[in-house]
């Protein structure tokens, strides 16, 4: 199982970002897949999970609104759309599934 994170930057305060996180290794279009993200010193956090056929979707309460998360089953890819970006959303984002954590991108918001 390989989870592979891309797509974090710098960007400015109401800006947006596209991550991706290519996996391999295991029946991608079977399983849920999740973004969390990990704020400095702390624990990871949940930020969006989406269904094994994409049709249900749940996010965090101060994500909802602002970040889509979506996947492409046939190129075993999982996406996490961000607008509107704030400072307190710089955070390191992590592709989780199977149980299977990615090595992480880095957003950092900033003016």
């Known amino acids: 199982v390989q989870l592979v994170e891309s797509g974090g930057g710098v960007v400015g305060p109401g800006g947006s970002l596209i991550l991706s996180c290519a996996a391999s290794g295991f029946a991608f279009s079977k399983y849920f897949m999740s973004w969390y993200r990990r704020f400095p010193g702390q624990s990871r956090e949940f930020v969006a999970t989406?269904?094994?056929?994409?049709?249900?979707?749940e996010y965090a309460g101060d994500v909802k609104g602002r970040f889509i998360i979506s996947r492409d089953n046939g190129e075993q890819m999982l996406y996490l759309q961000m607008n509107n970006l704030t400072v307190e959303d710089t955070a390191i984002y992590y592709c989780?599934?199977?149980?299977?954590w990615g090595r992480g991108t880095q957003v950092t918001v900033s003016s």
């Open positions: 989406i269904t094994a056929g994409g049709r249900t979707k």
């Open positions: 989780n599934g199977l149980g299977r």
